[in-house]
């Protein structure tokens, strides 16, 4: 008795988005230059600010810290293939960028405390608790589309820390006083939070429903 079998083709290896790429390595590069021209340069006793972080060292290690893995577990959260292939690496980075945002947010408060800075950072801290949070809650509760969305809100905030130091090798920029600087902290903060939401229902602002 012969027996008949149906070729099955194997599933099409899944496509690298080229727009993905692109917006993950401008994010790459942005972050490389900042750590290049502003913070590294710090690290030499001839810089202007050396000496204010030796006296901050002990709140701003931890701060740096914490700052610096929900920087660099922010992207690895967005990937498809790291969710579907190990869903429990996924949710344990999940809780070590909620957990360094919790810590890092409050820091920055404690060391701007008495600086001309201090509205600028309560702003940028709460959105970034209050975002991250979001975050946390919607995926507690396996609401993973509100999830997915509260966390790219989460990492724009996130990732302020890179866009407001971008432009210091700017001269310009560098010389803006704390007073003005206040300002572009609130707006790159509150931009950073609503414009996931035009990327969101972009479809819908542009488009007529039928």
């Keep these: 008795m012969s027996t008949s079998t149906t070729n099955v083709p194997a599933p099409a290896a899944r496509q690298q988005n080229p727009q993905k790429v692109?917006?993950?390595a401008v994010l790459f590069l942005m972050a490389l230059s900042v750590l290049v021209l502003s913070e590294l340069p710090m690290l030499s006793?001839?810089?202007?600010?050396?000496?204010?972080?030796i006296n901050i060292h002990r709140l701003l290690i931890p701060?740096?810290?914490t700052g610096a893995l929900a920087l660099l577990i922010g992207p690895l959260q967005f990937s498809t293939r790291l969710r579907r292939r190990n869903l429990r690496l996924h949710r344990?980075?999940?809780r070590i960028y909620v957990y360094s945002v919790f810590l890092?947010?409050?820091?920055?408060?404690?060391i701007a405390w008495r600086l001309p800075l201090i509205?600028?950072?309560?702003?940028q801290a709460a959105a970034w608790w209050i975002t991250t949070l979001a975050?946390?809650?919607t995926a507690r509760n396996r609401h993973l589309q509100a999830h997915r969305q509260w966390m790219i809100r989460s990492y724009a905030v996130t990732f302020t820390f890179i866009t407001l130091r971008v432009l210091n090798p700017l001269p310009s920029y560098r010389a803006i006083s704390d007073a003005a600087y206040v300002p572009v902290i609130v707006l790159v903060t509150m931009l950073s939070v609503f414009l996931p939401d035009i990327a969101f229902n972009w479809r819908e602002l542009t488009t007529r429903r039928t």
Aim: proline share 9%; aromatic share 10%.
């Design 22 to 24: 692109v917006f993950w």
């Design 45 to 53: 006793p001839s810089h202007p600010l050396h000496a204010h972080l």
């Design 63 to 65: 701060h740096a810290i």
């Design 92 to 94: 344990t980075l999940g």
């Design 104 to 110: 890092a947010a409050p820091l920055a408060v404690i």
């Design 119 to 123: 509205v600028g950072t309560v702003v």
């Design 135 to 137: 975050a946390f809650l």
